[in-house]
């Protein structure tokens, strides 16, 4: 199996975050078909044994190198794939998935990878001490992933127009030096052939600089439901 780098500080995209509630749906229908929770977890390792096998032969210096989406959603899909091996192995065994899960965590690459595996480590745990139907907590499950997903998007589609805003402010100073250079003025020479001058430039992209940061942790803070 190829090992591509783990890009934690990638953010997860939309096919890597789907991966979740597309595997819940599909363990719960298999269980609600009948089957045994080994028999659905074969079934479900095998699908994502085959989306790695489809990924890996991809252009792998290609992804790596330019598509960082891509490349965290192999990293993802390998994560899911030992996850399930291992939930696989104690299911055969009879011993409880909730805890294989849970051993399986320490090894897994993709923050995402973790988060969700903690998750469904819980959902078992209580089909198992509760006796509750494991097809319905996992539907559950995956319903709150689906608008987790839906309000991410939603989210990001919101923020489109402040990001945009903010790199356009970042340039003005830029594009004001362009313009004064096509109106025939000389600001190059007012900024840098006077002490007066130069200290204005250094205040200028000090307030810049702050200006720029200021906007992106504002940014960052409404992505995160901070403000």
Same mark, same amino acid.
């Given at each position: 199996? #190829?090992?591509?780098?783990?890009? @934690? =500080? =990638?953010?997860?995209?939309?096919? +890597?975050l789907?991966?979740?509630?597309?595997?819940?749906?599909?363990?719960?229908?298999?269980?609600?078909?009948?089957?045994?929770?080994?028999?659905? *977890?074969?079934?479900?390792?095998?699908?994502?044994?085959?989306r790695?096998? @489809?990924?890996?032969?991809?252009?792998?210096?290609? *992804?790596? !190198?330019?598509? !960082?989406?891509? #490349?965290?959603?192999?990293?993802?899909? $390998? %994560?899911?794939?030992?996850?399930? &091996?291992?939930?696989?192995?104690?299911?055969?065994?009879?011993?409880?998935?909730?805890?294989?899960?849970?051993?399986?965590?320490? #090894?897994?690459a993709?923050? #995402? &990878?973790?988060?969700?595996?903690?998750?469904?480590?819980?959902?078992?745990?209580?089909?198992?001490?509760?006796?509750a139907?494991?097809?319905?907590?996992?539907?559950?499950?995956?319903?709150?992933?689906?608008?987790?997903? %839906?309000?991410?998007?939603?989210?990001e589609? /919101?923020?489109?127009?402040?990001?945009?805003?903010?790199?356009?402010?970042?340039w003005?100073?830029?594009?004001?030096?362009?313009?004064?250079?096509?109106?025939?003025?000389?600001?190059? $020479?007012?900024?840098?052939?006077?002490?007066?001058?130069?200290?204005?430039?250094?205040?200028?992209?000090?307030?810049?600089?702050?200006?720029?940061?200021?906007? /992106?942790?504002?940014?960052?803070?409404?992505?995160?439901? +901070?403000?």
């Amino acid at each position: 199996m #190829t090992h591509l780098p783990p890009r @934690h =500080a =990638a953010r997860p995209g939309i096919d +890597e975050l789907e991966l979740w509630p597309d595997l819940m749906w599909h363990l719960a229908a298999l269980l609600k078909a009948g089957v045994s929770p080994a028999f659905a *977890l074969a079934k479900a390792t095998e699908e994502v044994a085959g989306r790695q096998r @489809h990924l890996e032969q991809q252009p792998q210096g290609l *992804l790596a !190198r330019w598509d !960082r989406e891509a #490349t965290g959603l192999l990293v993802a899909v $390998g %994560d899911l794939h030992h996850l399930l &091996s291992s939930c696989l192995l104690a299911a055969e065994r009879g011993a409880p998935v909730s805890q294989a899960c849970l051993h399986s965590v320490q #090894t897994l690459a993709r923050p #995402t &990878s973790l988060e969700r595996a903690l998750s469904l480590a819980a959902c078992w745990q209580v089909s198992e001490r509760t006796g509750a139907p494991l097809a319905e907590v996992l539907e559950r499950f995956a319903r709150y992933l689906e608008n987790d997903i %839906d309000l991410l998007q939603m989210r990001e589609a /919101a923020m489109g127009g402040p990001k945009a805003t903010g790199r356009i402010l970042s340039w003005l100073p830029l594009l004001g030096l362009g313009l004064g250079l096509v109106m025939g003025a000389d600001p190059l $020479g007012v900024l840098f052939g006077s002490v007066l001058g130069a200290l204005i430039c250094c205040v200028g992209l000090a307030l810049a600089l702050v200006g720029s940061r200021w906007t /992106a942790r504002l940014i960052l803070r409404a992505e995160k439901g +901070e403000l």
